[in-house]
């Protein structure tokens, strides 16, 4: 899976190098005419009719695995993102809380160690969090550049619109992309903070973990900056509580990925007979979710005309959060060449911000 990544991300590079070296110095100006570079990629990311295809053969490859999976960048179209809005409002849901409860303590002091420069958020979604740290930059410069990325066109146009009311003075641009898609545009960016929220690095496995930082450092400059949020070890009640919420919101955002399935690849899965199941593994230090099919369906996938027996109490894995333990994740950040400058986290030590800082040193795992 390492080697077909690389090669994947490789072609997205390419594609999109190739867009930006169409522009010269010149046409881009010598400031930041981001709205020009990002427009050129925009137009070399996937089209509509691509990414239908995409998500049909990732199903489709996903549902031959065993255990059989699903990537879970597809729980986030529109409802998906909105189901995930209300998970961060979730009582059982302390992640989101104590992320935004730290942000407000350490903004600015991230903003005065920076200095001035562009945001890059990867998985911005609606950017509610990334307010307090905009608010700081826009304490230090006059208009700041602030690049969403995500896959979810609609909570960017949220995101948009919410920091256009609050923070008119951000310069923001969403870009509608995978990671992979969008990291080239941090060598187009000047000085730069990658910034990722909300945990979202814990849905990587190791070995996923290991590629995107490798990523993330390869197309960053020395002294550029990385804040990333990670969610910590503690008991498994808490753990399991946030993803097993009373309301029932966290088993609607696993289901609607099969609802979406049923809208966008013509299959008609039963969704009543679809359980929504999140555990705890504690030797992997990971929440795992999952469905568990209730009684035997079918798959159907139209655009490929394939189809997957999945039998009665068989399992689709949707999803996992892993958690991590501060010692020994600087050390691991630091062999892909991040100095970890500061580490901000809350009175319970539920969850970390790492401030990281692009060093010279940088292992080359390929
Ligand atoms: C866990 S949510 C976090 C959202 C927000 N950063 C926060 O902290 O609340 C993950 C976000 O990443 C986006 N996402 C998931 N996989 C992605 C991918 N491969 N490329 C780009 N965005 C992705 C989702 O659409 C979603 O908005």
Redesign the pocket.
Known sequence: MGATLAINNNKDRIQVNLKLSSLTTEEVGPANDLATILQGYTSSTLSAGDAHLAFATDVDRGLHCRPRRLD??YL?DQRG?EL?EAI?DLPEYYL?RT?TQILTKVAEEIAAETGPLTLV?????TS??TQLLLDAYCAIESQPDYIA????RS?LDKGRRMIGETLPTVRFHPLC???QQAMPIFSETGKTIVVF????IGNFSEQEFNVFFHQVADNLTMGDYVLL?VDLHKNVETLEAAYNDSAGVTQCFTRNLFSRINRELGASIDLNQVEHLACYNEAAHQIEICVRFLESQEIFIEPLNARHRIEAGERINTEISRKFTLDGLASRLAAFGFKTRKVFSDPDNLFALLLLKRQETHLHLE
């Open positions: 879970c960048k986030y993102s995930f961060c989101t992320e958020e990867l998985g911005a979604g509610r969090k990325v995500d896959v979810s909570a992309a995978s990671y929220l909300g945990s979202t949020g």
